[in-house]
């Protein structure tokens, strides 16, 4: 049985005055840059009611009403009975954790045994934690594999003997945060400076990475400033979640994105006029890696010495580096491919494809046949083939004629629909109004 705690959007768009006098009480110190300084928003379900900012529709109030908690007997007994904790470190078999338990490979089997879903037992990770509970005559009760702080797969012993399993997905609390960033030689290092995590930076370059090329276009003096989620768990900061609507200042030119989750659930980041921030494939197929040889015809061979077509782009990047898809396809060829080395192409429709060249590895799953999404991790850097270091050789074919990748046209992904473009300006006019209105606050305070 699976059990789900949806995730509801805690997003108020606070006046200008309001948002102002908060600012002004936090205004940073003489040695601090302002641009330096990430500002938490402190939201709550009283001031979304108060400020009349969000319309929750009663149909999601009568799902958090009814699966924001787990029943109350279990939820206590899980939460005050002594577990035996043993946390998933490299090498470890679910038959080693049942041991380190004082339990043998029978009872494992048995528990595996209850019911199809349990298997999932047997997929554990290093970082992970599984929690045995006995009871009083010395025998499991409860098997707890804790996957990550907001989510777990517990396995319970039934009057029949027979152990079933539900996954238990925590809701945590949502919370805004603002930051800014001017950058000096790289986003990465604007970003830190901005108190961003890692994490975040590279979800601020995805999102704007169709447009800008962050190794080519970024110059000093770009800016950028966005509002995203802070998630909390009984007051405790445990990481951060999606960015609402963000803004890059690039070479003079502003560009703007905000998040939308359409009438079917999935979200994606769309301009202010309703045209996707996605197009069908991305610029680079590696983060923030060099380009160390470009689209050329008259190209001298690093390893053969000739003078021969480069109709490629190179990427010079550390050995094992993850390789991305630059666009949903089907994997027509994974394996070598001559000087190539270990090579995989991806098609994409009927005219174009896209070729990785002289990984080190494939990405588990990766083989002829699979169909892969854009941004997915599909092999990683190496040199295999003629390749003078580590580096990616990407190509990007259009009716089997190479194109500089650099340089071509991207083709747009699919705009907002004409039948919920009311609803899309309903929903990202507050988020782009509170970027904006956060902007100049924060600006006030910091002079």
Do not use: C
């Not at 108020?12 to 938490?40: K, Q, T, Y």
């Not at 009984?234 to 609507?245: F, L, M, P, T």
């Not at 003079?252 to 069908?280: C, I, W």
């Amino acid at each position: 049985m699976t059990r789900e705690f949806p995730k509801t959007h805690l997003f108020a768009a606070g006046s200008l005055g309001l948002a102002v006098s908060v600012m002004l009480l936090l205004s940073p110190s003489s040695d601090v840059e302002a641009n330096r300084i990430s500002i938490p928003l402190q939201i709550t379900e009283d001031s979304l009611t108060k400020n009349n900012t969000v319309n929750q529709t009663e149909t999601d109030q009568a799902i958090i009403e009814t699966t924001s908690t787990l029943p109350a007997a279990k939820s206590t007994d899980i939460a005050t009975a002594q577990w035996d904790n043993f946390e998933v470190k490299k090498g470890d078999t679910l038959s080693t954790l049942f041991k380190k338990a004082g339990l043998n490979d029978r009872t494992m089997y048995q528990v595996i045994a209850g019911h199809t879903s349990n298997k999932q037992l047997a997929s554990i990770y290093p970082g992970e934690t599984l929690s045995f509970l006995m009871d009083d005559n010395d025998e499991i009760s409860q098997i707890r594999l804790q996957r990550n702080q907001l989510e777990s797969l517990v396995l319970s012993r039934g009057d029949n003997g027979k152990f079933s399993s539900e996954e238990v997905f925590i809701q945590p609390e949502v919370q805004l945060a603002y930051s800014e960033g001017e950058i000096d030689s790289s986003l990465f290092l604007a970003g830190q400076k901005a108190g961003l995590k890692q994490s975040m930076i590279m979800e601020l370059a995805n999102i704007f990475g169709w447009d800008i090329d962050f190794i080519l276009d970024i110059r000093s003096g770009d800016t950028f400033n966005l509002v995203y989620e802070e998630l909390y768990i009984d007051g405790n900061k445990i990481g951060e979640g999606k960015i609402i609507a963000a803004t890059f200042n690039n070479q003079g030119r502003e560009l703007k994105a905000v998040l939308y989750t359409d009438k079917k659930g999935d979200q994606n980041y769309f301009t202010p006029d309703g045209h996707s921030m996605r197009k069908a494939f991305l610029r680079s197929p590696i983060d923030f890696a060099r380009i160390s040889s470009h689209f050329n015809l008259r190209r001298k061979h690093p390893v053969l010495h000739t003078i021969r077509a480069h109709k490629g782009t190179d990427y010079a990047a550390g050995r094992g580096t993850p390789i991305k898809a630059t666009g949903d396809g089907k994997v027509i060829h994974a394996g070598r491919k001559g000087g190539y080395g270990k090579t995989v192409i991806v098609q994409h429709g009927q005219k174009i494809s896209t070729l990785y060249a002289h990984m080190s590895k494939y990405a588990r799953g990766v083989r002829s046949g699979t169909r892969v999404k854009q941004g997915q991790t599909i092999g990683y850097v190496g040199s295999t083939g003629l390749a003078s270091g580590p580096h990616l050789h990407y190509e990007f074919k259009v009716n089997g004629v190479q194109k500089n990748s650099v340089k071509v046209k991207l083709p747009q992904a699919n705009p907002i629909h004409k039948s919920e473009m009311a609803e899309f300006k309903k929903q990202t006019d507050l988020y782009l109004s509170q970027l904006d209105t956060l902007s100049q606050s924060y600006r006030l305070a910091a002079n």
